[in-house]
């Protein structure tokens, strides 16, 4: 295997769980719902996914349990936010804090144990092909469902009616429930998806990254995602394109410190984080003038008068 | 038949004093439902949490200790909250006090420098913190970068900084190649109160900010000027206050506050730089500002108990068994419920028959 046939499939495999997490962040952010939990429904997915695959010995029934994990704080999140009408910035610092201490409690009894990573896809010929084989043909099933689920939340924000009323939801929740649309339902589903989501890309980490599970080892993933979505201006393909953007630049810090540059390991482990910060400003100065794409509704709390 | 949220017209000043009580007692509960999951006895592990701290003069003086960097931190943090800016780096801008500070104990380590070096520390602690807090602050006033993004990342970067140093240029020569510094100097070193425990006079710096603030807040222009952009921007605005300038002073004050109190941890109840100085304190010192209904005189309150939390949670680990991140749930749990109880400070809970029915009944 050529060198940089391994890159591009290290990079995709570092993509992935910022991808999962970003894509139904961006999802919760479209219907005016600002959820920064991200990083505590991540490592909770962890947590759990680990545990139900170590369980049952099956990646498919641990990613479920990733899934029901982010759900389950996101619904908390949406019992405070939607509910309760509680300032989002501060649910969702909440929602992280419990999650780490929740994942580190449920976790800990794994800590050491192994499982057998998630089973690469393999076709006869085509994974055989020459670079390509591998990339296109040879990966994990969160891999493939990562790339469909961006395609699918691309088509259902812009080509179906439902994503057009969640857009309208986040882009003035007012004028959507004079229209009669129900927003705070539309907010809980949007919510329950992005915990959904952000639950699967935790899971990814012990069930195809590493087979392993360490307390706190989604490492910032969840607030990169959320990094992320503001640097896609909420359109999916860009999220995409940013995703695996972060994904060079993690594994380019790699093979940075195997080649011993003579750089200090911390600058490279730094990298992401700073990037985040650079890619941050960057976007919105070039935003200033042209005003904020944001939904226009993004973290406002809703309280419908009767 | 469904809940509803019905807006007061006055706020509640009841439920305001009630509502932290309230959630702690919904803590509590929640708590106990966890320790009998757990397979411990809910009324011991409550009893080692809360009680057994507070019998004992050598712990009470521990839960000082702790609340001195969480009492700190939280009073700077609320007003960035109080003014709607949204600092959650606290934890990267203690860190990189606690590293600047410690420059000083450092390069002066052995060579009997004379007093001058722990005040200087001091100013030295609160200038790097508030000069990392400036880096999220400034992006946000030039820029428009998202602070709660930018703060956050920081944090992970104050801490490589940090591991760099102690594992590289300031490592103890003769340390064993543990990642630590040299053991600071007794004159780099924050004096203890008492002639036995390990309380220190940063306890007393961390009273003198809760005063501090509390006239900041209730006597002065600033203070009035804080409220009002967070409560109502367009006011301010109208006002004349500029929003951008206490971006960058909130940002600044809270990250002084939090580098003070990471040299007063590391030259105080630590003596070293090393790793993992904080138990996350900053990330912390975000809950006892919301329990202490961002007032500083609340906040004190808020953080003795967060530290009781701590303390207790030593405690449960040695004595019961049960697992340190319970304390991280409880504060967790603790947040949530504090939240959730102020809402109804604003708010009114309404079981109605139909929502339909509703809507034609009041319209």
């Known amino acids: ?306 | 038949m469904q809940l509803v949220l019905e807006k007061r017209v006055e706020r509640s000043t009841k439920i305001a004093i009630l509502s932290p009580l309230l959630a702690i007692a919904l803590t509590l509960v929640t708590m106990s439902i966890l320790f009998a999951i757990l397979g411990k006895n809910p009324v011991m592990a409550l009893y080692v949490y809360f009680v057994e701290p507070l019998t004992d003069s050598f712990t009470l003086m521990e839960i000082a200790v702790k609340a001195t960097p969480l009492v700190m931190i939280a009073v700077g943090l609320s007003l960035c909250y109080l003014a709607n800016v949204w600092n959650i780096g606290a934890e990267g801008q203690f860190i990189m006090g606690a590293v600047c500070g410690s420059y000083l104990a450092v390069v002066t380590n052995g060579t009997d420098p004379g007093p001058w070096v722990l005040p200087a520390m001091l100013v030295m602690g609160a200038a790097g913190g508030a000069l990392w807090a400036m880096i999220p602050a400034l992006c946000k006033v030039r820029y428009g970068a998202n602070e709660i993004l930018t703060s956050l990342m920081l944090v992970y970067v104050a801490d490589l900084i940090m591991d760099y140093l102690v594992r590289g240029p300031w490592r103890d020569p003769k340390g064993m190649n543990f990642p630590t510094t040299a053991s600071f100097d007794p004159v780099a070193t924050v004096p203890t109160l008492f002639e036995t425990g390990r309380i220190h006079w940063g306890a007393l710096a961390a009273l003198i900010v809760v005063a501090l603030a509390t006239v900041m807040l209730g006597r002065t222009i600033k203070g009035f000027e804080i409220r009002v952009v967070g409560a109502a921007p367009r006011a301010a605005r109208f006002a004349g206050f500029n929003s951008k300038k206490l971006v960058v002073f909130t940002f600044a004050v809270s990250g002084a506050l939090a580098g003070l109190a990471g040299i007063i941890e590391v030259a105080g109840p630590v003596g070293v730089l090393q790793p993992g100085i904080s138990p996350g304190y900053g990330f912390t010192a975000i809950i006892v500002a919301f329990l202490g209904r961002l007032n500083p005189v609340g906040i004190l309150i808020a953080g003795l108990f967060l530290a009781l939390t701590f303390i207790g949670g030593e405690g449960a680990q040695i004595s019961m068994k049960i697992p340190l991140d319970l304390t991280k749930v409880f504060q967790g749990i603790l947040l949530f419920y504090v939240l959730a109880c102020d809402s109804l400070i604003l708010y009114r809970i309404r079981l109605i028959a139909s929502p339909k029915k509703a809507a034609h009944g009041t319209a």
């Not at chain 1, 439902?162 to 339902?185: C, E, F, M, N, Q």
């Not at chain 1, 959904?196 to 990169?224: E, Q, V």
């Open chain 1, 1 to 306: 295997m050529g060198l940089l046939e391994a890159i591009i499939i290290s990079v995709i495999a570092a993509s992935t769980p910022l991808l999962l997490a970003a894509a139904g962040e961006l999802v919760v952010e479209r219907s005016g719902v600002l959820n920064l939990g991200t990083e505590g429904m991540m490592i909770m997915g962890a947590a759990c996914g680990f545990a139900g695959c170590w369980l049952t010995g099956s990646t498919f029934i641990g990613a479920l349990c990733g899934i029901a994990a982010g759900c389950a704080l996101s619904l908390v999140f949406a019992a405070l936010t939607l509910g309760l009408a509680v300032n989002q910035v501060a649910a969702g610092l909440a929602l992280t804090i419990l999650g780490v201490g929740l994942s580190g409690l449920i976790g800990a009894g794994f800590v050491g144990e192994k499982i057998t990573p998630a089973p690469h896809l393999y076709l006869p010929v085509l994974t055989g092909l020459p670079f390509i084989g591998k990339i296109l043909f040879g990966q994990d099933g969160f891999v493939y469902f990562s790339v469909a689920l961006v395609i699918g939340i691309w088509w259902f924000l812009y080509r179906t009616r439902a994503g057009l009323v969640l857009r309208a939801v986040g882009d003035s929740h007012t004028s959507a429930h004079a229209l009669g649309y129900p927003v705070l339902k539309i907010r809980l589903l949007a919510v329950l998806f992005g915990g959904g989501c952000a639950g699967l890309g935790g899971a990814f980490l012990p069930l195809a990254y590493t087979p392993f599970f360490i307390p706190g080892m989604t490492a910032g993933r969840g607030w990169i995602a959320l990094a992320l979505v503001v640097f896609s201006s909420w359109m999916p393909g860009r999220l995409a394109a940013g995703a695996y953007l972060f994904g060079a630049v993690t594994i380019m810090q790699l093979h940075a410190q195997a080649f011993g540059l003579g750089i200090p390991s911390q600058l490279m482990t730094a990298l992401p984080y700073l990037a985040t910060v650079i890619v941050l400003v960057l976007i919105s100065r070039a935003r200033g003038s042209a005003g904020s794409v944001a939904p226009a509704s993004l973290g406002i709390v809703f309280v419908p008068d009767r």
